[in-house]
């Protein structure tokens, strides 16, 4: 998330220096509740002294109102299809949701 977060950051940017206005928050989807939770709440918390300068980034640009983030379901995480292996019936909806279609496949 934290990463992401870095990228919405410089787009943002790069949309100001090209004169474009962009004043809604950009949504971050994780499908990681802790994650989402240890984003939105500022209390410290012992467990997640490892992450913590990622979480003040995330939480930063959450106050600045610059990003908002939502959960969505592991089996909705479109993202999947770039990081982990799938089953053909998952890998076959995702490629739908990205609106891929095979062009050599007969209609």
Same mark, same amino acid.
């Given at each position: 998330?934290?990463?992401?977060?870095?990228? #919405?950051?410089?787009?943002?940017?790069? #949309?100001?220096?090209?004169?474009?206005?962009?004043?809604?928050?950009?949504?971050?989807?994780?499908?990681?509740?802790?994650?989402?939770?240890?984003?939105?709440?500022?209390?410290?918390?012992?467990?997640?002294?490892?992450i913590e300068l990622?979480?003040? *980034?995330?939480?930063?640009?959450?106050?600045?109102?610059?990003?908002?983030?939502?959960?969505?379901? *592991?089996?909705?995480?479109?993202?999947?299809?770039? *990081?982990?292996?799938?089953?053909?019936?998952?890998?076959?909806?995702?490629?739908?949701?990205?609106?891929?279609?095979?062009?050599?496949?007969?209609?």
């Open positions: 998330m934290a990463a992401t977060t870095c990228e #919405l950051t410089w787009l943002r940017y790069m #949309l100001q220096d090209l004169l474009v206005n962009h004043s809604e928050p950009a949504k971050l989807f994780c499908d990681n509740q802790a994650a989402l939770y240890i984003a939105a709440n500022p209390v410290y918390h012992e467990r997640t002294k490892h990622d979480c003040h *980034t995330i939480r930063e640009r959450i106050e600045k109102g610059e990003i908002k983030t939502g959960y969505v379901q *592991t089996g909705e995480q479109i993202a999947d299809i770039f *990081t982990k292996p799938l089953k053909a019936p998952i890998f076959s909806s995702l490629l739908g949701k990205l609106s891929i279609s095979d062009i050599h496949s007969p209609t």
